[in-house]
């Protein structure tokens, strides 16, 4: 059995990994943690890590790129391990996040669906294969109300076009103006928000009179919830250390 706490558990990603987790006999929630005290479907939501009293194998967050520290704290002082999954993290946060993992088992991506661990791979082979020949463009869509722009995702995939291209690119956010022509070495980067879009990615790779297209749309949340789930068992007893999709994948 592994023994969940779901931080943001009263928000649409949290309450999805709850039902879940409900179905799924080998994974149970003790409690959540968000920003204000509730209960949830029996469960207790205390509005700091501090008041956490049942014992937490991992913690999966939903909540937001601020919460980090507590998150953090929290592992630290009780050995658990983390599933960071918000996204918008600043670059301390990431130097915060590759410290605690010397310590802490840290499982961390920006996107927990199978398809886009699988576009990631396809979109390094693609810039890897097709070279400066092409422009690599990367449009995401999400509902309007995401809050950071470009998603974790995009800059997931920008940094996978950008690893098989040779290392050499650099990531514009969105064009206005006279920005005059493109330069080979940019990586375009758009956001678009809409309505209730779950997530849609498409990396463009434009050529001479052709172009290569790879995308992913997510249909409904569940599909990042039962990732979550799934990782927070593989999680469950590791020792310290970084650990992503790719390593969950190879688990199965
Ligand atoms: N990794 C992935 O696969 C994946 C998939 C979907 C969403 N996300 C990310 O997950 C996060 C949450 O998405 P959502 O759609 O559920 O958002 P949401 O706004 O519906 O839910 C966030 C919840 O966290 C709580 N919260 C916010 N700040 C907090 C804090 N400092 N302490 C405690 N609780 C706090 C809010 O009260 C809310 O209940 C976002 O960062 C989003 O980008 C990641």
């Known amino acids: 059995m592994t023994n969940i706490l779901i931080s943001g558990i009263l928000g649409h990603m949290g309450r999805n990994v709850y039902e ?9 929630c003790v409690c959540g943690v968000d920003l204000r005290e509730d209960t949830f479907c029996g469960v207790p939501v205390y509005d700091s890590f501090d008041k956490v009293k049942e014992p937490v194998d991992v913690v999966i967050d939903f909540s937001s790129a601020a919460n980090l520290p507590n998150i ?4 630290k002082r009780t050995g658990c391990g983390v599933i960071l ?3 918008g993290y600043t670059e301390s946060d990431l130097a915060a996040i590759d410290a605690a993992a010397k310590e802490t088992a840290v499982f961390k991506t920006a996107n927990l669906s199978v398809g886009v661990n699988l576009l990631q791979k396809l979109v390094k082979e693609a810039a890897a294969f097709l070279g400066d020949a092409f422009d690599i463009e990367i449009i995401e869509k999400h509902h309007n109300l995401k809050k950071d722009a470009p998603s974790g995702t995009a800059l997931m995939l920008a940094e996978s076009a950008n690893e098989g291209a040779g290392g050499a690119k650099r990531f514009i956010y969105g064009r206005e ?12 980067i758009h956001a678009v928000r809409g309505g209730t879009i779950v997530g849609e990615h498409e990396v463009l790779f434009a050529g001479e009179d052709e172009i290569v297209t790879l995308s992913h749309s997510a249909r409904s949340k569940k599909v990042f919830a039962a990732g979550a789930v799934r990782a927070a068992k593989f999680l469950k007893g590791k ?8 390593d969950v994948l190879a688990s199965l």
């Open 20 to 28: 879940l987790a409900a179905a799924d006999a080998d994974v149970q």
């Open 72 to 75: 953090l704290a929290f592992a």
């Open 85 to 87: 999954a918000a996204t």
């Open 177 to 188: 103006g006279m920005v005059g022509a493109r330069e080979k070495a940019e990586i375009g």
């Open 239 to 246: 020792p310290a250390g970084r650990y992503d999709m790719n």
